[in-house]
């Protein structure tokens, strides 16, 4: 686990963290429309399982997988030091790099702001 994850593999990541336990069947059920085939949907979670951020039960003919590595840690490992990196270490920087492309609403930065006064006390 030394890469950050593509679009698609993470992507593929979300739905296995949601449903915990999925056969290759149940994540492109999951996925928009149009959905990948399902062989090609089964060998990125191969490859995932061989990066080390799935594992997987044998069933014979099919494998069910779940996350070898929590959303959380995953976030913590590769997601934060790329914004923080990118924004001056400052969690400000981001929030503000947000808002001024308005891609985070008002109502948004109050939640925010609610969540962190929540988690002070």
């Given at each position: 686990?030394?890469?950050?994850?593509?679009?698609?593999?993470?992507?593929?990541?979300?739905?296995?963290?949601?449903?915990?336990?999925?056969?290759?069947?149940?994540?492109?059920?999951?996925?928009?429309?149009?959905?990948?085939?399902?062989?090609?949907?089964?060998?990125?979670?191969?490859?995932?399982?061989?990066?080390?951020?799935?594992?997987?039960?044998?069933?014979?003919?099919?494998?069910?997988?779940?996350?070898?590595?929590?959303?959380?840690?995953?976030?913590?490992?590769?997601?934060?030091?790329?914004?923080?990196?990118?924004?001056?270490?400052?969690?400000?920087?981001?929030?503000?790099f947000?808002?001024?492309?308005?891609?985070i609403?008002?109502?948004e930065?109050?939640?925010?702001?609610?969540?962190?006064?929540?988690?002070?006390?």
């Amino acid at each position: 686990m030394k890469k950050r994850l593509s679009e698609k593999e993470e992507t593929l990541m979300k739905i296995i963290w949601r449903l915990g336990k999925a056969f290759a069947k149940d994540v492109r059920e999951e996925l928009p429309e149009p959905k990948p085939h399902i062989n090609t949907v089964a060998t990125t979670m191969r490859r995932l399982a061989d990066k080390g951020f799935l594992s997987y039960e044998d069933f014979g003919s099919t494998y069910r997988y779940s996350a070898a590595i929590s959303k959380k840690d995953y976030t913590n490992k590769f997601v934060k030091p790329l914004l923080t990196g990118l924004f001056g270490n400052s969690m400000k920087n981001v929030v503000s790099f947000f808002a001024e492309q308005e891609e985070i609403s008002l109502e948004e930065l109050k939640e925010i702001v609610k969540m962190i006064e929540k988690m002070k006390k």
